[in-house]
């Protein structure tokens, strides 16, 4: 006999939220059910009406607040509560690093054994002006009363929410997204209608570089074809100056994806430039650049910090992209070996070695975990292991082999704290905790960037 729901839908019911959880949300526990409520904030006593019933929690939503967190404030984007770009711009900034901290806390109490209480994990690093930070923007165009518009979808929905100014967007971008929009108005472009499969023009995506000034415009559309190309190419170069470079990409499946395979160089450069303290990266339509260049640096510090170099250790960085971890360590290293298994991104971190006469650095196509194997019987065994992996973690033959070939230090740079604590769990088997560092990237969200250095345990 099934068990009767203790929460139906719709069923409203008192709540004191205890903690954020990873998206965000405020959770609290109701007759033992964990609850889930966007946009309550830990302190507060709501109401909360149930919205999804699930097997082992519910999804709320907050009908009242009756008791308000002192870290409430109101949020200065005029479209903060339908766009849901920002989950956390009502919480006061200092509040939401302390939060961040406490997201990954929970992480490792749910998913490692590790004494959390007696672990080094230090205050969350934030920002001077936690906006206006992002150096690249993704904004899909519709229609609305006949005009187009630019902008994000509505959280949990289709419905396409207006942004003519992000406030966590470089200002840049929001004025190239502004006046590409308008040049698509002017001449009658068709944009792309997901619903009938009609139209062109799907997404404007726009980069910058925020020490250079330049910036890059791409246009995703659903076919290759482009009405008014000349004629748009021709106003994007009059009316934005500072754009030096211009591309189509086609993407012509039915997905939440932006880019697709092919990408067409339009005009200007094939690339743009940006600058992290003495270093000069060139960016491509697809390649992947941390979002917030300032958080960047004190990122890349971190690591720099956690690995300690001495100037005689052999660095591997797995999971290297374009190799700009590697790069910024290699001064303190002997000798840095990177690897993706991206072959593009691998001939990029070369260019980027050479580029800045950097010797000691060499990259190479394929997994971590069959090159480290092959190194370690040539006779070459690191003595650090940096890894940068996705939000899904480090791959697990990837965490077998560091557990095999045992580096002194192993430096984990994170960008979500679950899979952080599930690796964490595997590798503490051979490795201690040294510290946690929390690293705010992205302010006003939920996301928070952590860097783990580990130390080998003594062979006892």
Request: aromatic share 6%; proline share 6%; hydrophobic share 40%.
């Amino acid at each position: 006999m099934q068990k009767e729901a203790i929460i139906k839908p719709k069923q409203q019911f008192p709540l004191t939220i205890k903690r954020l959880g990873i998206n965000g949300e405020g959770v609290g526990y109701f007759k033992r059910t964990v609850v889930f409520v966007p946009g309550a904030l830990p302190g507060e006593e709501v109401v909360v009406e149930a919205k999804r019933i699930h097997p082992k929690y519910v999804e709320g939503i907050a009908k009242k607040v009756r008791k308000r967190s002192p870290h409430r404030v109101k949020p200065p984007c005029p479209v903060y509560e339908q766009c849901g770009g920002c989950q956390l711009q009502h919480l006061a900034y200092k509040q939401q690093l302390i939060e961040k901290r406490d997201i990954v806390i929970q992480a490792l109490e749910r998913h490692t054994k590790l004494k959390v209480d007696e672990l080094d994990i230090r205050p969350t690093i934030g920002m001077d002006n936690p906006w206006i930070y992002r150096n690249k923007g993704q904004f899909q165009l519709g229609e609305d009363h006949g005009k187009i518009i630019s902008g994000l979808y509505s959280l949990d929905s289709h419905r396409l929410i207006n942004v003519p100014e992000c406030i966590v967007q470089h200002p840049l971008t929001n004025k190239v997204t502004q006046v590409v929009t308008q040049i698509l108005n002017d001449f009658h472009v068709p944009v792309y209608n997901e619903k009938t499969g009609k139209g062109i023009v799907r997404t404007i995506v726009t980069r910058v570089g925020t020490q250079t000034g330049q910036a890059q415009v791409v246009l995703i559309t659903a076919r290759r074809e482009l009405p008014r190309k000349d004629v748009i190419l021709s106003e994007i170069k009059k009316r934005l100056p500072e754009v030096v470079s211009v591309a189509q990409n086609v993407n012509a499946k039915k997905t939440s994806v932006i880019f697709g395979d092919e990408t067409i160089h339009l005009s200007g450069k094939e690339i743009i430039e940006e600058r992290l303290e003495e270093f000069t990266y060139e960016l491509s339509a697809r390649a992947f650049f941390q979002l917030n260049p300032i958080q960047t640096v004190k990122l890349y510090n971190e690591v720099k910090n956690a690995a300690a170099l001495t100037g005689k250790e052999k660095i591997a960085d797995a999971y290297c992209g374009v190799g700009t971890i590697g790069l910024w360590l290699a001064d303190g290293a002997s000798e840095i070996r990177g690897m993706d298994v991206i072959p593009e991104a691998i001939e990029d971190a070369r260019k980027n070695a050479a580029a800045h006469n950097i010797p000691n650095a060499h990259y190479y196509a394929g997994k971590a975990e069959v090159l480290l194997p092959k190194w370690l019987d040539e006779g070459w065994r690191p003595d650090v292991v940096i890894v940068d992996p996705p939000r899904s973690g480090c791959d697990e033959a990837l965490l077998r082999t560091i557990l095999k070939v045992k580096p002194k230090k192993f430096v984990y740079v994170s960008c979500n704290p679950s899979t952080l604590a599930k690796d964490l769990h595997i590798l503490s088997k051979a490795y201690d905790v040294a510290y946690m560092q929390p690293v705010d990237m992205f302010p006003q969200t939920a996301h928070v960037e952590t860097v783990v250095l580990m130390s080998r345990k003594e062979d006892k």
